[in-house]
């Protein structure tokens, strides 16, 4: 079946540096990406996503990079700032929405 | 208008009780989904709403029953609850439903945090 996960449950990161959060999918017939924000006591609000067609796509102060041949997915946040921390899910869109389990993002001032 | 609303904020509830949960939206999405959100892990589907229809169900027990009034309104009925449903319960919206081949942004509401005693 097709498994969307995260490689770390947490990350802690220095205010001003950047942030990488990765992910790993099984599926290799998953063809869109989607990364999601989830602060405490929200719901998951979105980033950035990504199609299989493309390797790189950028928003501000995020990037997300597709590498297709190893099936892995990640997340850049550049100039992390405090309003960062958060739950970051990767999830894949193919019939309905799979969440990977999430990397927790602590900003440190 | 770009949000997702839901009803009420917290919810706590005996075993016995019967409640319902409530979620708005004014986008003109046509599919709307209910999420059941443990502590620390992903959101899991439920419920998939396509055109006021039910078209997903996640094998989910009977004690919760979705149901879509119109196509702004989703509401879950709770029923003979477990201690152990006690979770986030996130509604979302999409333009659309997810076929393959279809990208449709979800939209996510703020939850409803419901324990049950």
């Known amino acids: 079946g097709e498994n969307v996960g995260l490689h770390l449950p947490t990350l802690s990161v220095q205010e001003g540096d950047n942030s990488i959060i990765n992910c790993a999918y099984s599926?290799?017939?998953?063809?869109?990406f989607i990364w999601y924000k989830q602060e405490s006591g929200k719901g998951p609000q979105f980033i950035i996503d990504?199609?299989?067609?493309?390797d790189k796509r950028q928003g501000q102060r995020v990037t997300v990079l597709l590498n297709k041949t190893v099936k892995h997915l990640s997340l850049q946040i550049a100039a992390t700032q405090p309003g960062d921390s958060a739950v970051y899910f990767c999830a894949h869109q193919g019939g309905k929405l799979i969440f990977g389990q999430g990397t927790e993002l602590s900003v440190k001032p | 208008d770009t949000e997702v609303t839901q009803t009420p904020k917290h919810l706590v509830m005996g075993m016995t009780n019967k409640k319902s949960l409530k979620c708005e939206q004014h986008?003109?999405?046509?599919?709307m989904y209910w999420y059941k959100q443990k502590a620390k892990k992903p959101p899991e589907l439920m419920f998939v709403?396509?055109?006021?229809?039910?078209?997903i169900n996640e094998s989910v027990p009977s004690r919760f029953s979705p149901e879509c009034p119109n196509s702004s309104l989703l509401n879950l009925h709770l029923h003979a609850l477990q201690p152990e449903d006690s979770a986030l319960y996130l509604c979302?919206?999409?333009?659309?439903?997810?076929?393959?081949?279809?990208?449709?942004?979800?939209?996510f509401g703020p939850g409803t945090r419901l324990t049950v005693l």
């Open positions: 599926n290799s017939a998953s063809d869109y």
């Open positions: 990504i199609r299989s067609n493309m």
């Open positions: 709403y396509s055109y006021e229809k039910l078209s």
């Open positions: 979302a919206s999409s333009q659309d439903s997810m076929g393959q081949g279809a990208y449709n942004e979800q939209f």
């Open positions: 986008m003109g999405h046509r599919a």
